[in-house]
């Protein structure tokens, strides 16, 4: 996964994997509709239907998930951070990812919105 911040938009570039595994392909984010970002580890035992996507428990979770608060967007494997991008007004409330800095990209993200 590569993720571009531009001017306008956040690029988010899945490798042919993680097209596969969340049935998902690229994403292009207007900055407008991203609140904040966090480097943080959210709780991968929430309740969410799964539609489409796959969840290998306690080692991958990748798709879209319907939660309480909304739809979600994961691409992420389990480690101590994840990039979590916080929406309003788009296709998701929130997206979870696993970029390889996840404290930079967020501090980078929460500068330019």
């Not at 239907?49 to 992420?76: M, Q």
Request: proline fraction near 5%.
């Amino acid at each position: 996964m590569k993720i571009y911040l531009n001017q306008d938009h956040l690029d988010i570039k899945l490798n042919l994997l993680e097209k596969y595994i969340s049935f998902n392909g690229s994403f292009s984010v207007p900055l407008v509709n991203i609140t904040g970002a966090l480097a943080e580890k959210p709780d991968w035992n929430m309740l969410a239907v799964r539609s489409p996507g796959t969840n290998i428990p306690f080692i991958i979770k990748a798709g879209t998930y319907h939660t309480a608060l909304g739809a979600e967007f994961w691409c992420a494997t389990i480690r101590k951070k994840h990039l979590v991008i916080f929406l309003n007004g788009w296709n998701y409330q929130r997206m979870v990812l696993s970029p390889g800095n996840p404290d930079e990209l967020a501090e980078k993200i929460n500068q330019v919105r």
